[in-house]
């Protein structure tokens, strides 16, 4: 049981440079989030699933795209990079109607120079 | 729109003494919950609060909710250096979006 996975751990781009993060979850859950955290500072929605053909922008989700692929997998997409979204980015999944607690991968750092 | 305020910012412990972390939202929420961040590492769920009165424990961390003050309480007891870490609340709105406090960081000291 491996909780929620993210891929990669590191990644360095420039600016203009697109790529994809990816999450996957093997605990059957519906709901899936992406969240970045800055420097200092909490985390903040960019982008949620509540379930699998469905998603949601949260606070943040200028510059980002989302795809729920099927129920384990939550992709996070960057199609132009700027430095500004250097930041720490977090996938979590959430068991809904018993305890509702959030479980988070490992996060991936992004640096965009 | 919500919005999630704690204090303090930073928190400096002495052993053995006790202290609290105040968390505020602004509007009605579904649920509360705390989290701990070791530096580098990812968010360790610890407690969610599911109703008004609420009050979970686990060892020397102890959270309340008081949903018509709209308050969260994060309280420990008997400081210990392995509680070192940030600690984050966040309120959950309609529509199952959380939003985070800007966290508490715990400096524990012999």
């Known amino acids: 049981n491996a909780g929620v996975t993210q891929t990669p751990k590191f990644q360095v781009l420039k600016t203009g440079q697109s790529m994809t993060l990816q999450c996957a979850q093997d605990?059957?859950?519906?709901?899936m989030y992406w969240y970045r955290q800055d420097p200092g500072m909490g985390l903040r929605l960019i982008y949620y699933?509540?379930?699998?053909?469905?998603?949601d922008k949260g606070e943040v989700p200028n510059g980002y795209n989302v795809s729920r692929l099927n129920k384990r997998e939550f992709s996070l997409r960057l199609e132009s990079a700027a430095p500004s979204q250097t930041s720490v980015y977090f996938c979590?999944?959430?068991?809904?109607?018993?305890?509702?607690?959030?479980?988070f991968g490992p996060g991936t750092r992004l640096t965009v120079t | 729109e919500l919005k999630v305020e704690q204090n303090p910012l930073f928190l400096s412990m002495q052993e053995g003494k006790n202290y609290t972390i105040y968390c505020n939202y602004s509007?009605?929420?579904?649920?509360l919950y705390w989290y701990r961040q070791d530096p580098g590492k990812s968010l360790e769920s610890l407690f969610v609060?599911?109703?008004?009165?609420a009050v979970k424990q686990e060892g020397r961390l102890m959270a309340s909710l008081d949903t018509k003050a709209r308050l969260s309480t994060l309280h420990i007891t008997a400081a210990v250096h392995d509680l070192s870490a940030t600690y984050f609340c966040?309120?959950?709105?309609?529509?199952?979006?959380?939003?985070f406090g800007g966290g508490t960081r715990v400096l524990v000291k012999p």
């Open positions: 979590a999944s959430r068991e809904e109607g018993f305890s509702y607690e959030q479980y």
């Open positions: 605990m059957n859950h519906n709901s």
């Open positions: 699933s509540a379930s699998e053909g469905t998603t």
């Open positions: 509007t009605t929420s579904d649920r």
């Open positions: 609060l599911l109703s008004n009165g």
């Open positions: 966040a309120a959950e709105a309609a529509g199952n979006k959380l939003t």
